[in-house]
């Protein structure tokens, strides 16, 4: 059987190094955080992004300075990724004044104007329509920014979604729908919960072109997105991403009085709802669809991403 092309981008060792620093930020800062939510000085909810650090850092490799992102609640790492000073992260995660908020929002509340950081919104697929709008903007006032929207499985079934995903290609607007599949949406697998699981085609209805990509080799999503970014700056409309059926060890939600545990069985993880598959995101150009965050581990109603 002929081998598979590698159409993974030829990039030079100092940015190997630096996609590699970025994703060891994320993963350390996050074990620390759910280290300091077991210790009672996290408040609140807290929503690590373990496991899927690929998705993001790949997507911010292909994006330039004016562009935009905007996620769900589990927003760690896009803040990161997107050059947020982690001191400032941390600050806000434990409530002091030095946070992006003031010590006032905790996770879920966090903006920086400066690094075009949207927000994490804790309303399931409320970002989306959220994305779509600064999208508008920037195709408004003429420039070629692109808006980065990032959303999960579970938001994938959001009606709010498919009305964003027509407004997006019919005013083709600059925005990449970035679906973060870890096939979890909290703790209902995708295959209970999604009839037609190849959410990175959903688009096609609306003529939003979609792409399923693999969420844990970097390269590969830095590709997707080079391909994204280029189909949205050449004012094409909206794309989409999506994520593949990989089933690894991956993101966790952190509820009142749990910590994730390294040594905890699949079986175990999937029956508390803590257990996160990795992700492979799909990325479409013009209008797109992509990853999101998981849900609550309380506080919400129905399945949440």
């Not at 077991?38 to 292909?62: K, T």
């Not at 699981?197 to 970097?218: C, H, K, N, S």
Request: charged share 25%; proline share 4%.
């Amino acid at each position: 059987m002929a081998k598979k092309p590698d159409t993974r981008p030829n990039v030079s060792k100092e940015d190997l190094l630096k996609y590699y620093r970025e994703m060891l930020l994320i993963r350390r800062f996050e074990e620390k955080a759910g280290q300091l939510y077991g210790m009672g000085l996290i408040g609140g909810f807290c929503h690590l992004y373990i496991g899927q650090e690929a998705v993001v850092v790949g997507l911010e490799a292909a994006a330039k300075d004016g562009d935009k992102r905007i996620t769900s609640y589990r927003d760690h790492g896009h803040m990161l990724a997107a050059g947020m000073d982690p001191k400032g992260v941390m600050a806000e995660l434990t409530g002091r004044i030095g946070g992006y908020s003031k010590g006032k929002g905790g996770s879920m509340h966090m903006f920086s104007k400066e690094k075009h950081f949207y927000g994490g919104h804790g309303i399931v697929g409320a970002q989306v329509p959220l994305g779509a709008g600064l999208a508008f903007a920037d195709k408004y006032l003429g420039n070629d920014n692109v808006t980065f929207t990032y959303f999960g499985d579970g938001a994938a079934n959001q009606g709010q979604v498919y009305e964003t995903y027509n407004m997006a290609e019919l005013w083709d607007l600059p925005v990449i729908f970035v679906i973060e599949n870890n096939q979890y949406a909290m703790g209902t697998s995708v295959k209970r919960s999604t009839k037609s699981t190849t959410l990175f085609g959903r688009g096609t209805a609306y003529g939003i072109p979609g792409e399923q990509v693999d969420g844990m080799d970097v390269l590969a999503v830095k590709s997707a997105g080079d391909k994204a970014v280029a189909h949205c700056r050449a004012g094409k409309g909206a794309l989409h991403s999506g994520d593949d059926d990989l089933s690894l060890p991956g993101a966790f939600d952190v509820g009142p009085g749990e910590v994730p545990h390294a040594g905890r069985g699949r079986e175990d993880q999937d029956r508390k709802g803590l257990h996160r598959a990795c992700p492979r995101p799909s990325f479409a150009g013009g209008a797109g669809v992509g990853r999101g965050s998981e849900g609550h581990r309380q506080g919400h109603q129905g399945d949440c991403e």
